[in-house]
């Protein structure tokens, strides 16, 4: 049997005629940035998200950098973030010339433990970006009190947790801006690279708006030093069609995940594997990700296990940015944050998208439970 990590062939089927139709509608008008289709889906993911606006851009990194342009967050100042997640959120304080400040996270979600942020504010902390890892919410409610306090600005990088929810609040729509990526591996990907800020705030969404567009408003008349951040039309289009699609595949990754639990229990594996927690505050996990924790120095076994067997799996994400060779200069060293540099050792992501069946899932349960044996 082979067991892809994701297969994007199978859910393509289900709006292929959609999509092929849209996109030939597109070519036939020439209309190729922003424009209708960009400010439709905009406004349809806003909604989604349960934010006031929507401006599509570039990329999920773009959109991180873009939130931090229209702060003009730069050099001197210093953003709070996880050292356990992908590169991208720290890469782009560091490109807009801030500070990238790392704060350890929680074992049982892997989101940034609001409980250490304090100690790291000083007074040029300008911001905070939380990070929804593998789908499943940070503890908003903390970070958004603690970020009130001291006059911090909130970007929550939404990247892998599109329609995930905190207490009834969706991703994106707690803290001043929501930053998605539609990269084709996310929960809801385009086809190619595309990304949307969500913001609550008019003032902000405008300033988006502008920065997005070479900080051009009126045209050829720049206040503000923006970039080409433009979502084009056809990523629009696919976005629009798939998005009506997109609560039925979080559903069927929710089913997955709990067959999973139900696998694992039965299994001879008990403790040596440790599944991926709901966090008790209340979520709704997307499982962008479904990650397990290998005990006892296994984890690299239990990985060569599976490939052998074709079971695609993966490490999100094996080195923690603290200890990556280009934030060298920040001066942080192994030890500094213990939980995510144990969890980096430990951690394991199995197949868990929606079309992967019941026998897939006890074919990989079962060559775990082999290689543990
Ligand atoms: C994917 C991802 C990004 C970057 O998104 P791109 O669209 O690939 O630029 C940022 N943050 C996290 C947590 C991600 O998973």
New binding site residues.
């Given amino acids: 049997m082979q067991v892809p990590l994701l297969d994007l062939k199978g859910q393509y089927q289900e709006f292929k005629d959609q999509v092929m139709k849209e996109i030939a509608e597109i070519a036939e008008s020439q209309y190729f940035i922003l424009g209708p289709k960009v400010d439709k889906f905009e406004k349809e993911c806003a909604e989604y998200c349960g934010a006031d606006y929507g401006v599509g851009v570039t990329?999920?990194?773009?959109?991180?950098i873009i939130a931090l342009m229209v702060e003009e967050i730069g050099a001197g100042d210093e953003v709070i973030t996880t050292p356990f997640?992908?590169f991208?959120?720290a890469g782009a304080i560091a490109r807009v010339g801030a500070t990238p400040v790392f704060v350890d996270i929680d074992p049982v979600t892997f989101n940034i433990d609001p409980e250490q942020i304090k100690a790291k504010i000083t007074d040029k902390t300008k911001a905070v970006i939380p990070?929804h890892?593998f789908g499943q919410c940070c503890d908003m409610d903390p970070i958004l009190e603690i970020a009130k306090e001291n006059d911090l600005i909130v970007i929550e990088?939404c990247?892998?947790a599109i329609g995930s929810e905190y207490k009834g609040r969706r991703a994106g729509s707690m803290g001043d801006y929501g930053?998605f990526?539609?990269?084709p591996s996310?929960n809801l990907g385009c086809f190619g690279?595309?990304?949307l800020v969500t913001t609550n705030s008019e003032e902000k969404y405008e300033l988006l708006k502008i920065y997005r567009n070479h900080g051009m408003d009126p045209k050829y008349y720049h206040k503000y030093i923006g970039g080409n951040f433009r979502l084009d039309a056809l990523q629009a289009g696919v976005l629009s069609i798939k998005l009506p699609y997109l609560d039925g595949w979080s559903d069927a990754r929710q089913v997955n995940a709990c067959e999973y639990y139900e696998l694992f229990s039965k299994s001879k594996i008990g403790d040596k594997v440790a599944l991926p927690a709901i966090a008790k505050y209340g979520v709704r996990h997307i499982y962008?990700q479904f990650s397990i924790l290998v005990k006892e120095g296994k984890r690299d076994l239990v990985l060569n296990a599976l490939r052998e067997a074709n079971v695609g799996c993966d490490i999100y994400y094996p080195l923690c940015l603290h200890e990556q060779e280009c934030f060298e200069s920040l001066g942080y060293k192994q030890g500094d944050f213990p939980v995510s540099e144990g969890t980096a050792q430990e951690i394991l992501a199995l197949p868990i998208f929606p079309e992967s069946t019941p026998e897939m899932r006890e074919f990989v349960v079962s060559v775990i439970e082999k290689a543990l044996a």
């Fill in positions: 990329s999920g990194s773009d959109a991180l997640t992908f991208a959120t990070v890892l990088d990247a892998q930053c990526s539609f990269f996310k690279d595309g990304g962008n």
